[in-house]
């Protein structure tokens, strides 16, 4: 007797598909059994999972005449209706049949095929590396975008647009040498403006690769330079923005970066940096967006994001009427604009340091306990940045006396010290005036 088995090949399918694996064999001989096999772990594991007993079975009674020799072909199908990812990877159909000499015999013959389930990602996003970050008036820095591309099976393809058009990058396979160059660089102390910062200092941050700062350019004056000069004059609210000193010569070279990391279930997260030397001037308000190709997708995904710097923050004081002892509150409630990447918020009191003795805060939202009334009056600075630009909002706080609290030790009387003298003369004021009527 003879016996050959072939299984017929798949071509990928997507998760949720139905399949259907087709196991064919040509004999002359007499049915033994049918089984299928999953195989798993390289090869060391097959589980079964379909078995057909010849034995117990009347399905091939038409095999019974073993003895008249003709090629029978026959087929043994085994559907999966919905394919999972685990269902992914290798499939084998093992077909026994008894010898046509001894009978008791039972020739073995088997084919494979391999199952290759496809996934689309799931999801995509696009975020900055390394937010919140300040802002650099006097030094160019390195701005880098993340593309992370989720529950996908195989690996996505994965590329970058700016404005709509695909952008030409250097590929860059491994981390460079000194990746610590590429970390977006610490900006100068927060409350070093223009008019405090030294001319030699200045002049010290032209480094390769940093732009043109202009070091031997004096100071710019106007609402940076006022910072300081606190006065009566200033409203409620004061808004100021902040541009770089330094200019680009040339286009953006821009640095690309893929990777991917399998995942337990079977899929892969795929990451795609681009890297380039950010210019506020011309990347403010640029369109980025992250596309992904995937045989899977029949039509590609994509997240965009635009890089805009923060404009007009929305200061938000409570309670609105402050009074002695109270607890205030001062939060940023928002921009006027969308703001991408997140932005980093510095508080400073003007002129004297925080209520807590320190001389910065950190945060959305700077919290006052317990004012007393020597804050009556103070202007506060919330200073709010992202890598494309910074502005500051002044705001001052009102304190009223609290009618909760005494304001000192009285005399039997009721009466404050130093109060007597006063209200003495006033009684004898009008005492002469009634007597002058």
């Known amino acids: 007797a003879y016996l050959t088995v072939s299984i017929e090949p798949l071509p990928p399918v997507v998760v949720g598909d139905a399949v259907t694996l087709k196991c064919n064999f040509k004999t002359d001989g007499k049915m033994r059994e049918i089984v299928w096999y999953r195989v798993t772990d390289g090869g060391t594991i097959k589980q079964k999972i379909f078995t057909f007993d010849a034995m117990f079975s009347t399905n091939f009674s038409q095999m019974e005449n ?51 389930v496809m996934a689309p990602p799931t999801s995509i996003s696009v975020l900055a590396a390394d937010t919140p970050a300040p802002f650099s008036r006097y030094q160019a820095q390195n701005f ?9 099976k195989p690996a996505p393809l994965v590329y970058f647009k700016r404005d709509g058009e695909p952008i030409e990058a250097t590929p860059l396979p491994e981390p460079p040498v000194g990746a610590g160059s590429w970390a977006p660089r610490n900006l100068l102390h927060r409350d070093l403006d223009d008019t405090k910062l030294p001319k030699s200092l200045a002049a010290d941050s032209h480094q390769p690769g940093a732009g043109n700062p ?41 640095y690309f970066r893929h990777t991917h990391a399998p995942v337990s279930d079977g899929t892969v997260e795929a990451r795609a940096t681009l890297t380039w030397t950010l210019n506020p001037q011309i990347d403010n308000e640029a369109l980025f967006s992250c596309e992904v190709k995937h045989p899977a997708l029949s039509m590609p995904m994509q997240s965009e994001v635009t890089l805009v710097a923060p404009k007009g923050p929305k200061i938000l004081m409570t309670p609105t009427r402050a009074h002695v002892g109270d607890t205030v509150r001062i939060l940023v409630q928002g921009f006027q604009n969308e703001v991408f990447p997140e932005p980093l918020f510095t508080w400073t009191r003007v002129g004297s340091r ?67 003298g006063f209200r003495f003369v006033l009684a004898l004021t009008l005492t002469v005036i009634l007597e002058l009527t």
Request: hydrophobic share 30%.
């Open 66 to 116: 073993y003895r008249k020799r003709e090629d029978l072909v026959y087929q043994s199908t085994v559907r999966l209706p919905e394919v999972r990812i685990s269902d992914n990877g290798p499939y084998e159909c093992h077909v026994g049949i008894y010898d046509r000499a001894t009978r008791e015999k039972v020739v073995l013959a088997s084919g494979n095929v391999f199952l290759n």
């Open 214 to 254: 202009f070091p031997t350019a004096d100071p710019p004056r106007g609402l940076a330079a006022e910072r300081d000069s606190v006065t009566e004059s200033i409203p409620e609210t004061v808004v100021s923005r902040e541009f770089p000193r330094w200019v680009h010569m040339a286009e953006p070279i821009y």
């Open 354 to 420: 925080l209520l807590d003795g320190s001389a910065e805060h950190d945060g959305k939202e700077l919290v006052l306990e317990r004012v007393p009334a020597e804050l009556n009056g103070s202007m506060y600075r919330c200073t709010a940045q992202n890598p494309l630009g910074s502005t500051d909002t002044h705001t001052r706080l009102i304190v009223f006396e609290n009618p909760n609290i005494p304001r000192g030790p009285e005399d039997s009387n009721g009466s404050l010290p130093g109060h007597r």
């Open 144 to 152: 880098t975008l993340v593309c992370v591309v989720s529950g996908g």
